[in-house]
């Protein structure tokens, strides 16, 4: 046999071997199998598919996590609320004070700075009352008083947003054109 022949039937050989070995597309026998150009072109394909699947999950956990901390952000804002507006009550009744008991309220009004510097770090906003106008989003009207229609005119207790959040909307007193 020629080192010629040799070659040929190698090449038979590998080729028929090859082709025992490919898998079909559909699983059908009708096809014809897949050369080693066409597998490999499937397998990157398939690897493609992956890595993009991959990348979804990766963008999915974080919006999953992003989502879950500002849940735990709010549920613990939720909770620490009412304990500002107790603390806030308080400071506002404060007597007069002078000496020892003057430095006491001091520190007192300092804590109510850190209270509020640790809400805003933590993303919540108390939102705007007295002198702007009613918005039914943010307030809940609490009563109306003479003045000026539509405009709250005093806070009952202070309301809190979370970026674009109402966590709490704040209840006012709303200025309306009472009847005599």
């Not at 404060?94 to 003057?102: F, W």
């Not at 918005?135 to 005093?154: N, S, T, W, Y």
Request: glycine share 8%.
């Amino acid at each position: 046999m020629s080192d010629e022949d040799k070659k040929e039937e190698s090449t038979e050989n590998v080729e028929r071997s090859t082709e025992k070995e490919t898998p079909v597309v559909d699983g059908s026998k009708k096809e014809k199998p897949l050369g080693l150009e066409e597998r490999c072109a499937q397998y990157e394909l398939g690897w493609k598919r992956a890595l993009a699947d991959y990348e979804n999950l990766k963008r999915s956990m974080a919006e999953q996590q992003s989502t879950s901390r500002r849940r735990i952000k709010a549920d613990f804002a939720q909770s620490m609320l009412p304990v500002m507006d107790n603390f806030a009550q308080a400071v506002k009744h404060a007597p007069e004070a002078d000496g020892e008991l003057g430095n006491w309220l001091q520190g007192v009004l300092y804590i109510e700075k850190q209270f509020n510097e640790a809400f805003s770090e933590f993303g919540l906003e108390r939102i705007e009352t007295i002198g702007s106008a009613f918005d039914p989003h943010l307030h809940e009207a609490a009563g109306e008083k003479e003045g000026k229609e539509g405009e709250i005119l005093e806070e009952v207790t202070s309301g809190w947003k979370m970026g674009d959040d109402v966590l709490r909307p704040a209840r006012v007193i709303v200025g309306a054109k009472l009847a005599s």
